[in-house]
C-alpha cells in the first residue's frame, strides 16, 4: 500500500527525535495519575507505567478498571515502532448463536446480568504480554504490581463519584451476589472521604504478581471461575491475546494510528475523517445546523457499514482496504441530501437507556513511547457479579444477540458479529495515537457506540480547526449512529435556532447530558476531561 511506504520512511526520518521535555499523563482516576508519576521516575517507561496503572484502575475505579475484562492498546514507541495490542474478551467454547434469545421472554437468559453475559477475560494476559514486548526491564512485573496491591490492602479514599455509585449499585450487587461481594456488598452508607479496602482483589494481585497470568488462566482464579461455572479450565487456558497490525491513515498531515478490528472504532474514524473532508460539504463549519446535518449523514453511513461488515477479523470477508477505498467512500458518502434527514432500514426494537463505562488511559513519556489503552468490563460494573475480587464483563453483549436486535448502545449487527466458540465480539473502543513531525498527541475515551465520534470530534478540533489540545476535549460533543434514527447534542453543544433548523430538516434531536470522559496527552501537554463528571485527572511530570 502506498501510504505504508511513505509512513515507513517517515518513521526513519524521526528515528531519534527526542520528542518532549517531559511526560505527559491524563487518567479517569487520580490515584493512576500518581502510580504513573511514580513508576516512570523510578525509571520504567510509558509500557510500564501502562501496566501499573491498569492494574491500579483495577483498585480505585471499579466500574471499569479490571481483571475481569478485556481492552485495546495502541503503541507507538520512541524509536518509530507502531503497535496494536487485542486483549479483547472471547467467548467461550460452549457459546452458540442464539444463546441469549428464546420463544418466551420468561426464559431468556441475559447478555447484561446472567453469567453468560461473560466473555473470557483478556486484561491479566493482555498486561503481561505488554510487559515481555515493551516493557523497560528496568522494573520487574512485581514492581508493576506493588502500587495496585497496596491500595487494595490498605484501602482508598473514596471519591464523590464512587460513593454516589456504590450507594446506587448497592441493591444489584448484594442481590447478583447471594454469597457476598466483599466491600461492594457492605450494607451501609456509602460517603466521600470513607476508606475503600478490598483485601480479596489483594490477594488475586499478589498471586498474579507472584505466578504471572497462570495464576488466572491456569491456577486458583481459573478454579474460582470453573467452580462458578463461568467457563471451563479448557477456556481459560486457551484464551490468547493478539498483536494486530495498526490501521494507519492520514489527516490533515498527521498519521493517525488506531485500532483495527475486532474493534470497528479505526475503520469507522478514518471513513469519518474522510468522509467530512471530501467536497465541499458544511463540515468545514463549526456548529451549524448544516454542519450536524452533514455530520449525522456521514456518520449513519459509517454505522451502516461497521453493522454490515465488521466483527472479529477472523469472520471478516470484506477487507479493510475496500472499506478505505475511497472510490468506496466517495461512492458511499455521495448521495447526501443536504436539505433532508436518511433513514436507515431495519430496526427492530428501541434501545433502552446506556449506562455504562469504559476507561481510557493515555501516555507519553520523554523518550516519545506513546501508548493508549482503552479497557472496559462493557458495562459500568459490568455483570455487577464479584470472583475472587473482581467484577466480570457482559462484553457479550457486544455481539449481535440477533440480526437486527440492538445492543445496549443501539447497535446493530448482522451475521459478521454473530456469536460463536471463541469469537471476540465487535468493539468500538478507539485508542488513538496521532504524529506529526516531533509531536504526539495520544488519546481516548469511553462511551460505548459514542466512542468513534468523540474521537472525531477532538481529532478535527484539534487537527482542522487549531484549537488547543484541552479545549478540543472540553468542546461540547454531538453524536449520531444510524440506528437509532437520532441526532444526540450534548448540553451546550446547539443553540435553539440550530435545533430548530434540524428539526426543519426531519431530524429527531435527543439531548444528553454528558458524552464521553476523554483522556488526552501530547508533548509537554495533559488534556483530561476534567470539565466532565468523573474523577479524571492528568499531569506533566518533568524528571
Ligand atoms: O467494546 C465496546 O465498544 C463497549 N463494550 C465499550 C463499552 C463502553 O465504552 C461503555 N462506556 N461508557
Not at 15 to 43: F, N
Not at 151 to 170: P, V
Not at 307 to 313: H, M, N, V
Not at 412 to 419: A, V
Request: hydrophobic share 35%; glycine share 8%.
Amino acid at each position: 500500500m502506498r501510504t505504508f511506504t511513505i509512513i515507513v520512511f517517515y518513521h526513519l526520518l524521526f528515528l531519534g527525535t527526542t520528542y518532549a521535555q517531559s511526560a505527559s499523563v491524563a487518567a479517569a482516576h487520580p490515584l493512576a495519575v500518581d502510580v504513573v508519576e511514580s513508576i516512570l521516575r523510578k525509571g520504567g517507561n510509558s509500557f510500564d507505567a501502562a501496566i501499573a496503572a491498569h492494574f491500579t484502575l483495577a483498585v480505585v475505579l471499579p466500574r471499569a478498571g479490571n481483571l475481569g475484562g478485556g481492552g485495546f492498546v495502541v503503541i507507538h514507541t520512541s524509536n518509530g515502532e507502531a503497535a496494536t495490542l487485542d486483549f479483547r474478551e472471547t467467548a467461550p467454547a460452549s457459546a452458540f448463536k442464539d444463546m441469549f434469545i428464546s420463544d418466551d421472554d420468561q426464559t431468556k437468559v441475559s447478555s447484561l446480568t446472567s453469567k453468560s453475559a461473560s466473555g473470557i477475560p483478556g486484561s491479566v494476559k493482555g498486561m503481561w504480554n505488554l510487559y515481555l514486548r515493551y516493557g523497560s526491564r528496568k522494573l520487574s512485573w512485581s514492581e508493576l504490581l506493588a502500587p495496585a496491591i497496596l491500595i487494595a490492602d490498605t484501602g482508598f479514599f473514596i471519591t464523590e463519584k464512587l460513593s454516589e455509585e456504590l450507594n446506587y449499585n448497592s441493591s444489584d450487587f448484594i442481590l447478583r451476589n447471594p454469597k457476598g461481594c466483599g466491600p461492594f456488598c457492605k450494607d451501609l452508607l456509602w460517603e466521600p472521604g470513607m476508606r475503600f479496602l478490598q483485601t480479596t482483589l489483594a490477594e488475586s494481585l499478589k498471586g498474579i504478581r507472584d505466578f504471572g497470568p497462570n495464576y488466572f488462566y491456569s491456577g486458583p482464579i481459573a478454579k474460582d471461575l470453573v467452580r462458578q461455572k463461568y467457563f471451563t479450565f479448557s477456556d481459560m487456558e486457551s484464551y490468547r491475546v493478539r498483536w494486530r497490525e495498526p490501521l494507519i491513515g492520514e489527516y490533515r498531515g498527521w498519521e493517525v494510528i488506531t485500532m483495527p478490528p475486532p474493534s470497528s472504532g479505526g475503520i469507522a474514524l478514518l471513513q469519518l475523517l474522510y468522509g467530512s473532508e471530501r467536497g465541499s460539504n458544511s463540515m468545514e463549519e463549526i456548529g451549524t445546523a448544516e454542519s450536524y446535518h452533514d455530520f449525522t449523514e456521514i456518520s449513519r453511513r459509517v454505522y451502516e457499514d461497521r453493522a454490515k461488515y465488521l466483527g472479529d477479523p477472523e469472520y471478516m470477508t470484506i477487507g479493510i482496504d475496500k472499506l478505505l477505498d475511497n472510490i468506496y467512500l466517495d461512492k458511499r458518502f455521495s448521495n447526501i441530501d443536504p436539505d433532508r434527514v436518511g433513514f436507515s432500514p431495519i430496526l427492530k426494537k428501541s434501545i433502552d437507556e446506556e449506562s455504562s463505562e469504559t476507561t481510557h488511559l493515555s501516555i507519553l513519556d520523554k523518550e516519545g513511547n506513546a501508548v493508549a489503552i482503552t479497557t472496559t468490563l462493557n458495562a459500568s460494573y459490568g455483570s455487577k457479579r464479584w470472583v475472587s475480587g473482581f467484577f466480570m464483563n457482559n462484553e457479550m453483549d457486544d455481539f449481535s444477540i440477533a440480526p437486527g436486535v440492538p445492543n445496549q448502545f443501539g447497535l446493530i449487527g448482522y451475521e459478521i458479529n454473530q456469536i460463536a466458540p471463541g469469537k471476540r465480539m465487535l468493539s468500538s473502543m478507539t485508542p488513538t495515537i496521532l504524529i506529526k513531525e516531533n509531536r504526539k498527541v495520544v488519546l481516548g475515551t469511553p462511551g460505548g457506540s459514542t466512542i468513534i465520534t468523540n474521537v472525531f470530534h477532538v481529532i478535527r478540533m484539534y487537527c482542522r480547526f487549531g484549537h488547543s489540545l484541552q479545549a478540543s476535549v472540553n468542546a461540547k460533543k454531538i453524536h449520531a449512529q444510524a440506528w437509532p434514527n437520532v441526532l444526540y447534542l450534548e448540553e451546550g453543544s446547539y443553540s435553539k435556532k440550530v435545533v430548530r433548523k434540524l428539526k426543519r430538516k426531519g431530524h429527531k434531536i435527543e439531548f444528553k447530558k454528558q458524552i464521553g470522559r476523554f483522556q488526552a496527552v501530547s508533548n509537554d501537554q495533559s488534556a483530561p476531561d476534567i470539565l466532565r463528571t468523573g474523577d479524571s485527572s492528568g499531569r506533566v511530570i518533568f524528571y
